[in-house]
Each structure stands twice: as C-alpha cells, then as structure tokens.
C-alpha cells in the first residue's frame, strides 16, 4: 500500500497528539518536529478535525489534542 504524503503528515500530527496527550500541541512544534511548513500541516489538519480524530483549542493557549483515545484509531480512520 503507498501512502499520499498528506496521508503520512496525517498520521505523524496523530503520532504526535498521542506522544504528548497531557498537553495541547501546537502546529509549530510540530511542523518544527517533522520539518513541514505550518500552512501544508493546516491544511492536512481540517479533514482530521471534521472526521473527529483532532480537536481544536482556540486561544493564546490553543493547540490540538485527539478527538478520541489513541486505541480507537486505526490506519483506516485516518
């Protein structure tokens, strides 16, 4: 099975949610992480949010969390 790149980004932002799950992550950090730019994760990040596997905190203090528990995600969610 190949993967698209937006599929592979997608499944880092998850991987990355669920490393650091008692705290909000922020796209920055994490486009600084996997070396992509902030506008390519954003625009991987909205399907994310409206399947329900991301949420979104607003704010100074905003950033993304998992929608649900790690265990119930699964390559096919994604």
């Given amino acids: ?13 998850l991987m990355y949610c ?3 799950d008692t705290r909000l992550s922020r796209i920055p ?4 992480a ?3 730019s902030e506008l390519f994760l954003f625009k991987i990040l ?3 949010v409206s ?5 979104t905190v607003r704010g100074c203090n905003g950033g993304v969390r998992l929608g649900k528990p790690a265990a119930d995600i699964n390559l ?3």
């Fill in 1 to 13: 099975m190949r993967l698209t790149r937006q599929t592979n980004y997608a499944i880092r932002i």
């Fill in 18 to 20: 669920a490393a650091n």
């Fill in 29 to 32: 950090e994490i486009a600084a």
């Fill in 34 to 36: 996997y070396s992509v």
């Fill in 46 to 48: 909205q399907p994310l």
């Fill in 51 to 55: 399947a329900g596997l991301v949420e």
């Fill in 76 to 78: 096919f969610d994604v």
